[in-house]
């Protein structure tokens, strides 16, 4: 049923400050993550863990890409993320220390399921699922489980998934950091900021309306660039997912830094770029990228936060987004893009909820 809301993606993207409260409850104290909530082998195992490979397919693939730059810098611990349908194709090396962690909301997607079986037979420590479906063949065939609490997800561009899925990561990477020498301080501070994050969602959704007038500007173009540095970059990718998957619009990601690399000399007044750049230490470095793209005639949407003094001007639209903690600023930031794809879509008067070519589960390769 999608009660008020016109499509199934819109009543997801606005469940989304309750799912993740959902994901965070009972797992978190005023300042810890509940090691046990995670499992009651969760302990002991993540104990070993030396290394971490994610595996996961589509937007899935994309919180994994989020959680590694979580891992490394709070539990220190090398990380790698692959997509399910390269890895299993592939030789690949897995060390025994490995936690193997596949991502998915359904808990069916074929390829996932056939890299997790794969690796099982050339060993590993332990094998953590984070999916969305209980009794799926991904949580019956792992040993540690964390469940986002999303509830159904109809719509096929995937939102509250996602979201629930980098809340469910954060949690186990505060726990492997607390076995990796995460000092409580830390852990604290980012428990507090995960407390404020349902507030904080809500805030950002209350930003619908200025994100439809911005949708205006992408109705009638055929391309455009999301650029995004650090945890972010992952972010990018997911808004050009989602705005591709449900406008059609080809819309491709980079970490801001490759820009003088080659997409560059794509740029031009046709070419809308898309940047989210929260206030963190790579946002000095993200403005001299805006000024690259603006030189060139091209047209910046910049999600950014209100202490990142950038202001409105020709070729610049800003849309502030309330100050975030850098650890869950990925979290946040998701939403405007999630919001933009929705209302291009909606102008272009796609079918949103069900876009053409894709289905909602892939169980076959
Ligand atoms: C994109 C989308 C897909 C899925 C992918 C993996 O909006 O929904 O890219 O993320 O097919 O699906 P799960 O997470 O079920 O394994």
């Known amino acids: 049923d999608k009660g008020e809301y016109r499509h199934f993606m819109l009543k997801e993207i606005h469940e989304q400050p309750r799912v993740i ?5 009972g797992r978190i104290t005023d300042s810890r993550v509940l090691e046990q909530a995670l499992g009651t082998e969760a302990g002991s195992l993540l104990d070993d863990v030396r290394h971490v490979q994610i595996i996961a397919c589509g937007t899935s693939y994309h919180a994994g890409m989020v959680a590694r730059y979580w891992i490394e810098e709070l539990a220190g611990i090398p990380c790698s993320v692959e997509v399910a349908s390269e890895f299993r194709y592939r030789h690949h090396v897995i060390q025994p220390d490995t936690l193997f962690l596949c991502i998915s909301q359904s808990g069916e997607t074929a390829d996932t399921l056939a890299a997790l079986r ?3 037979d050339a060993g590993f420590r332990a094998a953590l699922a984070i999916c969305n479906v209980p009794g799926s063949s991904l949580v019956r065939e792992s040993d540690l489980v964390i469940m986002t609490q999303a509830g159904p997800e109809i719509g096929v561009a995937s939102t509250k998934a996602f979201t629930t899925q ?24 980012i428990v507090a900021a995960l407390h404020r994050l349902p507030g904080q969602v809500a805030d950002a959704l209350a930003l619908d309306g200025k994100i439809a007038e911005l949708s205006k500007a992408f109705m009638d173009k055929n391309h455009s660039l999301f650029l995004g540095r650090g945890a972010m970059f992952p972010v990018a990718l997911e808004g050009a997912l989602k705005l591709k998957e449900i406008s059609y619009i080809h819309a491709e990601a980079y970490p801001a830094g490759e820009l003088k690399h080659g997409p560059l000399a794509l740029v031009d007044s046709e070419m809308p770029v898309v940047t989210v750049a929260p206030n963190d230490e790579l946002l ?18 910049v999600f950014a936060d209100g202490g990142a003094e950038l202001q409105d001007q020709p070729g610049i639209h800003v849309l502030q987004i309330p100050e975030v903690h850098p650890i869950t600023a990925p979290i946040v930031y998701t939403l405007p893009l999630q919001l933009l794809s929705y209302h291009v879509a909606v102008l272009k008067g796609t079918d949103v909820d069900q876009p053409r070519n894709l289905a909602k589960s892939v169980t076959v390769e």
């Open 284 to 301: 000095e470095k993200l403005k001299s990228n805006l000024e690259e793209v603006r030189a060139r005639g091209g047209e910046l949407f």
């Open 21 to 25: 409260q959902a994901t965070m409850e």
């Open 118 to 120: 794969q690796a099982k």
């Open 166 to 189: 980098l809340v469910a990561l954060l949690l186990f990477t505060l726990a492997l950091g607390r076995h990796n020498g995460l000092s409580e301080k830390r852990e604290a501070d």
